[in-house]
């Protein structure tokens, strides 16, 4: 039986964070644990080629049916492989808003503030505009401007602009709102995965091991500590030892589902799962918040945008080679180029719509084939009131878990979506986007209300940031407190967007990362 410091499992945004601090100044035995693979290649590395990235580097979960979808089953793409959500998503750096991490202190989360997190943000950054108040330039991750975006991207900001709609140059700074291009998760026109800069710069330190294509099956449980962690690579499984702990990193779908087949959880689903109860913890897998979000469509006449036509195909082929001999140009696209944040609700305490433009037209979450050229705007709600749940399926760990969102189950959700829906409408006829000559994909009268919760019920889904299902807390029920460590057992943390105890308004990824930072530093401090 092996036996280590620390394991890590899950080589996401937080876990390689965590398991990359602590395994940096050579000290700790560290094993990193990932289901997935190295997710080495160009199709992660190259921006562009996001639409076409494996299906082996996502798990491509699905949800139950939505009552508030009209009874649709929901896409929930995730990451597989090192790296996690950050190998394959739009690359789009945002932390959220001050209040979000200021709300978070309030509801008992001691430390969590936005001045308690404001450092390790800048300690997680390299950011090419270099160091200040806001940003750190010496850090794994790499943050840049986006090398070559669209002109279509850029009439979007100049869109807004024509409606008084402030233009906002660095989401992450003083103030959130207003509209622009994002900076992304890049480094010289590639990808910069959490893993790429995390793990791989020390992944071959004889300290520091990295277990790719193996399955946590559950963790080992002695005398109210983790001790270790089952694990199954091919047909075989072994046990590994944890000589100080381990730290799930496994994502807000899979953390919960770890959990529960190991016997912490909800005492009556572990039961109906044929599970033995270790520790009875209700909240378990309770409380999955998600960006709830519309995607509003244009063709265009014009063949500005990236399309999907002969001519787009050798466009495209031109920027490869581009892309390979330069690391410039249209390859360099994280889709998602500018957006912005607007308060639509009169009692909302920060921006409650977030926009991601791209300048392309997007059905079905990129999965049906569209052509011809056009944009879209995705709106979504930044702070919903509705939340579902996590639940396992099976006592087989390799099985996806029950998820159910429970999205748009409180009206306010759809009454806000309802009006960042009408602001991008607002924004496509303003006289930069008409020049592209774009037509409605989805008409609606916008003015109906019935009519476009209608349409809203029927096209809406995720933006593919899902929190919440191991809740931090200072209160009895919460299932880590605010050192991450999982209260009633130890030897045992959580370090990524699951313990959210509320969701962030914005991108996910980056808040992550720092959760994954502030693990390993509660752990070697303590």
Known sequence: MESFDYIVIGGGSGGSAAAGRLAVDGTQRVCLIEAGGRNDNLLIKTPGFMPFIRNSSNYQFDTVPQKGLNGRVGYQPRGKGLGGSSAINAMVYIRGNKWDYDNWADMGCDGWSYDDVLPWFKQCESNERGADDYHGAGGPLFVSNQRSPNPTSHAFVEAAAELQLRTNNDFNGEQQDGF??????????????????????????????VRTDTLVEKLVVEQGRVTGVMVRRG????????????????????????LMLSGIGPAEHLKSQGIDVVLDRKEVGANLQDHIDYVSGWSTKSDVPIGGTLKGTLKMAAAIVEHRRKRTGAMTTCYAEAG??????????????????????????????????????????????????????????????????????????????????????????????????????????????????????????????????CRMGSDAEAIVDPKLKVNGLDGLWIADASIMPKIVSGNTNAPSIMIGERCADFILNA
């Open 235 to 258: 047909k075989s499984s072994e046990m590994l030892y944890a000589r100080r702990g381990v730290i799930l990193s496994a994502g807000a779908f899979n953390s919960p589902q770890i």
């Open 340 to 469: 912005g944040f607007w308060t639509v609700m009169d009692d909302a305490p920060a921006p409650d719509i977030q926009w991601h433009f791209v300048p392309a037209v997007l059905e079905d979450h990129g999965r049906e084939n569209v052509k011809g050229y056009g944009f879209s705007m995705h709106a979504c709600v930044l702070r919903p009131e509705s939340k579902g749940s996590v639940r396992l399926g099976s006592k087989d760990a390799a099985s996806a878990p029950v998820i159910d969102p429970n999205f748009l189950d409180d009206d306010r959700d759809i009454a806000a979506l309802r009006e960042g829906i009408r602001l991008s409408h607002r924004i496509a006829d303003a006289p930069p986007m008409q020049v592209y000559e774009p037509t409605d994909r989805h008409p609606v009268n916008l003015q109906d209300d019935a009519a476009l919760d209608e349409l809203i019920r029927n096209r809406a889904d995720t933006v593919y940031h899902p929190v919440g299902t």
């Open 180 to 209: 622009g291009l994002y900076q992304v998760t890049q480094r010289d026109g590639e990808r910069w995965s959490a893993a790429r800069g995390y793990v791989e710069p020390i992944r071959n330190q004889g300290n520091f091991a």
